[in-house]
């Protein structure tokens, strides 16, 4: 009942952050444990598409990145063609979409070397091209309460023993593993034309965790809604 009374809020106030086709990654580089500064390039010409070598949305080398609410789309690199970790540092993705993007070699969505340890709460990774949704070369990632669906060759590379394995049913009723990650078609609105709201019947509605969630979406509306229930997995509420 709840899924099929969801309806859709946009605000004019809040401008969605996406990190799509741009001249060139956002880097994280610097100094260990100072989280570097996202910018992003708006312009109402389409920049020209290049392929960069690592990192194809993000790369974030030695630093802290703390993410929330963000779509990371349309981009492409040899390795983590979303976004790529190096370095033994917590950084953290809450409430991320990283969807419809291309990997040459490795990690179509999310790449992870040198021991580094992201923290994935919330958050979808799917449709990317490039030998696996998430590519574990080396590190101990932690992925909870997050959606991975229809990733080239598998959602997960090295990523633990037991992610992806399922053992239990969410407050949905739905198959998870022992994180309360699921495996299921996230159904986005329109993908195509990067709307990533999800329809009222997507099994990601409710599915998140409260705890250490953003309290508002990307668009700025209220997370949880309605109140005193469980999230929703991804940028939108």
Do not use: K, M
Request: glycine share 12%; proline share 6%; charged share 15%.
């Amino acid at each position: 009942a709840r899924r099929a009374q969801r309806t859709h809020r946009n605000s004019r106030r809040h401008r969605p952050l996406r990190l799509r086709r741009q001249q060139g990654p956002v880097a994280g580089h610097g100094p260990p444990g100072r989280s570097p500064r996202l910018v992003t390039r708006r312009a109402n010409r389409r920049p020209r598409r290049e392929r960069q070598t690592d990192g194809g949305g993000i790369s974030c080398y030695f630093s802290t990145l703390n993410l929330e609410n963000v779509i990371i789309t349309d981009n492409s690199s040899n390795n983590g063609g979303g976004i790529i970790f190096r370095g033994g540092y917590n950084s953290s993705l809450e409430n991320v979409t990283i969807s419809g993007n291309t990997a040459q070699y490795s990690g179509g969505g999310i790449y992870c070397f040198n021991g580094s340890n992201p923290i994935l709460v919330n958050s979808i990774v799917s449709d990317n091209a490039g030998n696996y949704g998430i590519y574990v070369e080396s590190g101990n990632p932690s992925i909870t309460y997050s959606n991975f669906y229809n990733n080239e060759n598998g959602n997960f590379y090295n990523a633990g023993d037991w992610i992806g394995i399922n053992v239990t049913t969410n407050a949905n009723g739905d198959s998870v593993d022992t994180y309360y990650n699921i495996q299921e078609n996230p159904y986005f609105v329109n993908p195509n034309n990067n709307d990533y709201h999800l329809q009222n019947w997507s099994g990601l509605i409710g599915a998140g965790t409260t705890t250490n969630a953003p309290t508002t979406d990307i668009e700025g509306n209220p997370r949880p809604n309605p109140s005193g229930t469980n999230p929703d997995i991804g940028a939108y509420e």
